[in-house]
């Protein structure tokens, strides 16, 4: 890459974006389509073929030979199919490059072939992507060429959405009708549309490839399934936002640029916790945007690494004993012309429409605690949620010192009279200059923590697609929004029913706010006098999709369809069934094919040097290969018992239903089995000769790059 990088000219060069539209398209056409994003207007066959036009001439330019639509179905990760613009030969042997509004609107993957839960069967395969135009459309370079790609929709020939994007821009739409409905009552008469806007940073590892590619573990699962934690750790700290190894500064280089080319908004990047662990993190846009952009920059993360000689990984653990990575959902709502109904302002207490905004968040949130849980929840999350900088499965709600004094006056005396400020801060140096310091601190064990003017949900993993998780915050918030509308539309006076409705909140749902340690024992015990539900893994939050109160929920505002959740709870318990069985088979194929061939080498080496040493004279001691034999024995002997055990519970795997049944299996019997296996294989570890270890330790792995 050339040293100097221009970023203004560099920045969404790529991307077919608003200023891009408004040099090629006709005025008429632009102002139609620039209708259709920002109002939902139909758009017109007609003016699609304009757009399409100029779109592939566009994409052309820039190198393009293919388009494809691309969606983000069911899988965890986005999908695509490749359609050169060449049409059929003409009489003279030529081609003609075309793109027609038809195939920029709609395309035709296979629905059957992708997770559907029972919605399409092998022989019903039609599905349909839809272009979603509020997405920009990009061109991507990679080793295949220029390829344009149209974000897109994805549902099935019934109608059904079989992706993440359908049901996010569903809750949008409800989130924003409802959120505008609420700010016309207190006043607001300039603001137009409400958006739900996100940050999400994405916390990554980065490894060298010579060492993942000597472990089975991270090839077919993504995480390490043996390994003994190193004499360093994390435990000094010295890692996080240290200075960037120039291996690791050239790699972000080249990630920050592939990004900015396509309109990612990479911004902030430093090193975390673990060793080899990093942080990238873009600036705020609207959530489909952000989805989008989050799906792109996993993607630019893997591949540029693979660039460098690195591996990238975004499992939630890759390493036990370690900082896992998560995706801190940043989440606010924002009108059309600028105001963050999340802004607490200076005077928080006598902001009337920022406290009944957030004392309905706080009800959304406690109401529907269990479909938050369940938002995060995938197999990675299991072992990451709980310490290390992640949250715990209760959810909460941290406020800070400030609004929650607010909060205190509210349900003790019925109103707020003051707001604690922020104190200078006195560093006690003479050049060093004094500083306000905000109201409140930080908690860093919060799942749902209010930040400024924002609220962090922690608790997503780094893997997964930030749409899930959003699509609850949106339809929960919708709810909260839709009935204190109803209550104060009623009411005879709207600023005493507004001060009503901010203290019955409050009042009401008080117990999901929590400032503490969200590790300490004694939380997990407050947490269950309160009646907040705790769900320690991925098949104990599934449920919470199909319950009544959520079909009702996601019913009402045209979000999913009972049909819908259902499916989606199914392909949940599936995949997590085939994630774990993945696992176990891992584990027993480490263990039989190199771990048990390497001990046994190392204890016939130390058996032949007891001989070779007895031979010499029956005076020389050996007790120390003699003690070494003993303990390495014993613990191989355990390793094969264990490995036999997990090899029966894996066959038992089939004879269970798919679905629920097969998946609380997995959990309660084949985890159990794959941790009690990788007990005494950590342990050898530590007692085998290092060159006969048959893989990289974690001390290799972390601290390589």
Same mark, same amino acid.
């Given at each position: 890459?050339?040293?100097?990088?221009?970023?203004?000219?560099?920045?969404?060069?790529?991307?077919?974006?608003?200023?891009?539209?408004?040099?090629?398209?006709?005025?008429?056409?632009?102002?139609?389509?620039?209708?259709?994003?920002?109002?939902?207007?139909?758009?017109?066959?007609?003016?699609?073929? !304009?757009?399409?036009?100029?779109?592939?001439?566009?994409?052309?330019?820039?190198?393009?030979?293919?388009?494809?639509?691309?969606?983000?179905?069911?899988?965890?990760?986005?999908?695509?199919?490749?359609?050169?613009?060449?049409?059929?030969?003409?009489?003279?042997?030529?081609?003609?490059?075309?793109?027609?509004?038809?195939?920029?609107?709609?395309?035709?993957?296979?629905?059957?072939?992708?997770?559907?839960?029972?919605?399409?069967?092998?022989?019903?395969?039609?599905?349909?992507?839809?272009?979603?135009?509020?997405?920009?459309?990009?061109?991507?370079?990679?080793?295949?060429?220029?390829?344009?790609?149209?974000?897109?929709?994805?549902?099935?020939?019934?109608?059904?959405?079989?992706?993440?994007?359908?049901?996010?821009?569903?809750?949008?739409?409800?989130?924003?009708?409802?959120?505008?409905?609420?700010?016309?009552?207190?006043?607001?008469?300039?603001?137009?549309?409400?958006?739900?806007?996100?940050?999400?940073?994405?916390?990554?590892?980065?490894?060298?490839?010579?060492?993942?590619?000597?472990?089975?573990?991270?090839?077919?699962?993504?995480?390490?399934?043996?390994?003994?934690?190193?004499?360093?750790?994390?435990?000094?700290?010295?890692?996080?936002?240290?200075?960037?190894?120039?291996?690791?500064?050239?790699?972000?280089?080249?990630?920050?640029?592939?990004?900015?080319?396509?309109?990612?908004?990479?911004?902030?990047?430093?090193?975390?916790?673990?060793?080899?662990?990093?942080?990238?993190?873009?600036?705020?846009?609207?959530?489909?945007?952000?989805?989008?952009?989050?799906?792109?920059?996993?993607?630019?993360?893997?591949?540029?690494?693979?660039?460098?000689?690195?591996?990238?990984?975004?499992?939630?653990?890759?390493?036990?004993?370690?900082?896992?990575?998560?995706?801190?959902?940043?989440?606010?709502?924002?009108?059309?012309?600028?105001?963050?109904?999340?802004?607490?302002?200076?005077?928080?207490?006598?902001?009337?429409?920022?406290?009944?905004?957030?004392?309905?968040?706080?009800?959304?949130?406690?109401?529907?605690?269990?479909?938050?849980?369940?938002?995060?929840?995938?197999?990675?999350?299991?072992?990451?949620?709980?310490?290390?900088?992640?949250?715990?499965?209760?959810?909460?709600?941290?406020?800070?010192?400030?609004?929650?004094?607010?909060?205190?006056?509210?349900?003790?005396?019925?109103?707020?009279?003051?707001?604690?400020?922020?104190?200078?801060?006195?560093?006690?140096?003479?050049?060093?200059?004094?500083?306000?310091?905000?109201?409140?601190?930080?908690?860093?064990?919060?799942?749902?923590?209010?930040?400024?003017?924002?609220?962090?949900?922690?608790?997503?993993?780094?893997?997964?697609?930030?749409?899930?998780?959003? !699509?609850?915050?949106?339809?929960?918030?919708?709810?909260?929004?839709?009935?204190?509308?109803?209550?104060?539309?009623?009411?005879?006076?709207?600023?005493?029913?507004?001060?009503?409705?901010?203290?019955?909140?409050?009042?009401?749902?008080?117990?999901?706010?929590?400032?503490?340690?969200?590790?300490?024992?004694?939380?997990?015990?407050?947490?269950?006098?309160?009646?907040?539900?705790?769900?320690?893994?991925? !098949?104990?939050?599934?449920?919470?999709?199909?319950?009544?109160?959520?079909?009702?929920?996601?019913?009402?505002?045209?979000?999913?369809?009972?049909?819908?959740?259902?499916?989606?709870?199914?392909?949940?318990?599936?995949?997590?069934?085939?994630?774990?069985?993945?696992?176990?088979?891992?584990?027993?194929?480490?263990?039989?094919?190199?771990?048990?061939?390497?001990?046994?080498?190392?204890?016939?080496?130390?058996?032949?040097?007891?001989?070779?040493?007895?031979?010499?004279?029956?005076?020389?001691? !050996?007790?120390?290969?003699?003690?070494?034999?003993?303990?390495?024995?014993?613990?191989?002997?355990?390793?094969?018992?264990?490995?036999?055990?997990?090899?029966?519970?894996?066959?038992?795997?089939?004879?269970?239903?798919?679905?629920?049944?097969?998946?609380?299996?997995?959990?309660?019997?084949?985890?159990?089995?794959?941790?009690?296996?990788?007990?005494?294989?950590?342990?050898?570890?530590?007692?085998?000769?290092?060159?006969?270890?048959?893989?990289?330790?974690?001390?290799?792995?972390?601290?390589?790059?």
């Amino acid at each position: 890459m050339d040293d100097y990088i221009n970023v203004v000219e560099t920045f969404g060069c790529d991307v077919f974006n608003d200023a891009v539209m408004q040099a090629r398209l006709p005025k008429k056409v632009y102002q139609e389509l620039h209708r259709t994003i920002e109002e939902g207007k139909e758009l017109s066959l007609e003016i699609a073929d !304009v757009v399409a036009h100029e779109m592939k001439e566009w994409a052309i330019e820039k190198g393009a030979t293919h388009f494809s639509h691309w969606f983000q179905p069911l899988t965890g990760v986005t999908a695509e199919k490749h359609d050169a613009f060449i049409s059929a030969p003409m009489e003279n042997g030529r081609v003609l490059m075309t793109f027609s509004g038809k195939e920029l609107i709609k395309g035709e993957p296979d629905a059957s072939s992708f997770p559907s839960g029972g919605l399409r069967a092998t022989f019903e395969a039609r599905g349909y992507t839809t272009w979603d135009c509020t997405s920009p459309a990009f061109v991507r370079h990679d080793a295949a060429g220029g390829t344009l790609c149209i974000p897109t929709a994805f549902c099935s020939y019934t109608g059904e959405a079989l992706d993440q994007k359908t049901p996010l821009l569903r809750s949008m739409q409800a989130v924003g009708e409802q959120a505008l409905r609420l700010i016309r009552l207190l006043g607001n008469t300039t603001s137009n549309r409400v958006i739900p806007s996100v940050g999400a940073e994405q916390e990554y590892f980065l490894i060298d490839r010579k060492h993942y590619d000597q472990r089975k573990d991270l090839i077919y699962t993504g995480r390490t399934l043996f390994g003994a934690m190193p004499p360093k750790g994390q435990e000094m700290d010295d890692h996080y936002l240290g200075t960037i190894r120039q291996r690791v500064s050239a790699y972000m280089r080249e990630v920050n640029v592939e990004c900015w080319k396509l309109g990612v908004t990479a911004k902030t990047q430093h090193n975390e916790v673990a060793p080899g662990q990093h942080e990238l993190a873009p600036i705020y846009e609207p959530v489909n945007l952000a989805a989008d952009h989050n799906q792109l920059m996993m993607r630019i993360l893997k591949k540029v690494a693979s660039r460098h000689g690195m591996r990238c990984l975004l499992h939630e653990k890759p390493f036990a004993g370690l900082n896992g990575s998560g995706k801190h959902n940043n989440w606010s709502l924002t009108t059309d012309d600028g105001i963050n109904l999340l802004d607490p302002g200076k005077s928080p207490h006598d902001n009337l429409q920022f406290l009944l905004v957030l004392t309905c968040i706080l009800k959304a949130v406690d109401e529907h605690a269990d479909l938050l849980r369940e938002s995060a929840a995938n197999v990675g999350n299991d072992a990451r949620l709980g310490g290390n900088e992640a949250p715990p499965t209760v959810i909460s709600v941290f406020l800070g010192e400030q609004l929650t004094d607010v909060l205190d006056q509210l349900i003790n005396t019925g109103t707020a009279t003051y707001s604690k400020e922020g104190k200078m801060l006195e560093t006690g140096v003479r050049t060093l200059p004094d500083f306000m310091k905000d109201a409140t601190d930080r908690n860093r064990t919060s799942p749902f923590a209010f930040t400024g003017n924002k609220f962090e949900f922690r608790m997503v993993g780094s893997r997964d697609s930030i749409s899930a998780c959003n !699509v609850v915050l949106n339809t929960i918030a919708a709810e909260a929004f839709a009935e204190a509308c109803g209550r104060i539309e009623v009411a005879d006076d709207v600023e005493t029913a507004v001060h009503a409705l901010i203290k019955e909140y409050a009042v009401a749902h008080q117990r999901i706010v929590f400032n503490g340690n969200g590790y300490a024992p004694e939380w997990a015990v407050e947490a269950a006098r309160r009646g907040l539900p705790n769900l320690p893994s991925m !098949v104990d939050a599934i449920p919470a999709l199909t319950t009544e109160k959520s079909i009702a929920l996601f019913e009402r505002f045209h979000v999913f369809t009972r049909t819908e959740l259902e499916s989606r709870a199914e392909i949940k318990y599936e995949i997590y069934s085939k994630a774990i069985n993945i696992e176990a088979k891992t584990m027993i194929d480490i263990a039989t094919k190199q771990i048990i061939p390497a001990v046994v080498k190392y204890t016939t080496i130390l058996a032949d040097s007891i001989r070779s040493v007895r031979a010499v004279s029956e005076e020389i001691d !050996v007790s120390v290969q003699t003690e070494l034999l003993t303990a390495t024995s014993e613990l191989l002997k355990q390793t094969r018992t264990r490995m036999k055990e997990l090899f029966d519970v894996v066959s038992e795997v089939g004879s269970y239903p798919e679905g629920q049944e097969r998946a609380v299996f997995c959990r309660m019997r084949l985890v159990p089995a794959m941790e009690r296996l990788r007990k005494p294989v950590d342990e050898l570890e530590l007692l085998v000769d290092k060159e006969m270890w048959p893989m990289p330790s974690y001390g290799d792995i972390i601290f390589e790059v």
